[in-house]
T-cell receptor, first 116, second 114 residues
Framework: GAVVSQHPSWVICKSGTSVKIECRSL??????MFWYRQFPKQSLMLMAT?????????EQGVEKDKFLINHASLTLSTLTVTSAHPEDSSFYIC????????????FGPGTRLTVT | AQSVAQPEDQVNVAEGNPLTVKCTYS??????LFWYVQYPNRGLQFLLK??????LVKGSYGFEAEFNKSQTSFHLKKPSALVSDSALYFC????????????FGAGTRLFVKA
């Protein structure tokens, strides 16, 4: 089946620094990718939807200047958490939509971000 | 508004017994319904989906779910639970209203006791 990878799987950074998370669709082209955030014991909250070659669409309440999303190719989207603070610590999951195949949505394994 | 409800935070069941994880939904139009499972510090794994057709959907690892339009429910079931089924289960509905968005329920934690 289709595989979505994320890198890194976990990262620890200091408050005030920026961290980039990569999301790749390994064996299919993803014109649309989604970024979710998940707090402990809670559901996934959609942060933004990114379409290849265009600006991301952010959900209400998500700061686009803080969570920079780039979807430069059909297989790669990146999420950069800028000037990270401890409250940004969370589990970030990306997902990619396989438009050419069965129009399914596949999820990455997630990235655990801890801001100290 | 589109929404998904999982009324139980946690379900406890003994190994070998049948299990049910409940899900109800509220959408306009025809729903695309999904179940996903999440193990600790992992992403979501697809279990099964309902798009159209037979109301009883069979999925991975022996799980199945029944679409009930009149009750707007899509409960996840398994005839005989395994300890390894212990995980967090999410029901989700996809809406395709000019965009493509998946809405997740709050999740239900399943504990299967040996």
């Amino acid at each position: 089946g289709a595989v979505v990878s994320q890198h890194p799987s976990w990262v620890i950074c200091k408050s005030g620094t920026s961290v980039k998370i990569e999301c790749r669709s390994l064996d299919f082209q993803a014109t649309t990718m989604f970024w979710y955030r998940q707090f402990p014991k809670q559901s996934l909250m959609l942060m933004a939807t990114s379409n290849e070659g265009s600006k991301a669409t952010y959900e209400q309440g998500v700061e686009k200047d803080k969570f920079l999303i780039n979807h430069a190719s059909l297989t790669l989207s990146t999420l950069t958490v800028t000037s990270a603070h401890p409250e940004d610590s969370s589990f970030y999951i990306c997902s990619a939509r396989d438009l050419a195949g069965v129009n399914e949505q596949y999820f990455g394994p997630g990235t655990r971000l801890t801001v100290t | 508004a589109q929404s998904v409800a999982q009324p139980e935070d946690q379900v406890n069941v003994a190994e070998g017994n049948p299990l049910t994880v409940k899900c109800t939904y509220s959408v306009s139009g025809n729903p695309y319904l999904f179940w996903y499972v999440q193990y600790p510090n992992r992403g979501l794994q697809f279990l099964l989906k309902y798009i159209t057709g037979d109301n009883l959907v069979k999925g991975s690892y022996g799980f199945e779910a029944e679409f009930n339009k009149s009750q707007t429910s899509f409960h996840l079931k398994k005839p005989s639970a395994l300890v390894s089924d212990s995980a967090l289960y999410f029901c989700a509905v996809r809406v395709d209203t000019g965009g493509f968005k998946t809405i997740f329920g709050a999740g239900t934690r399943l504990f299967v006791k040996a």
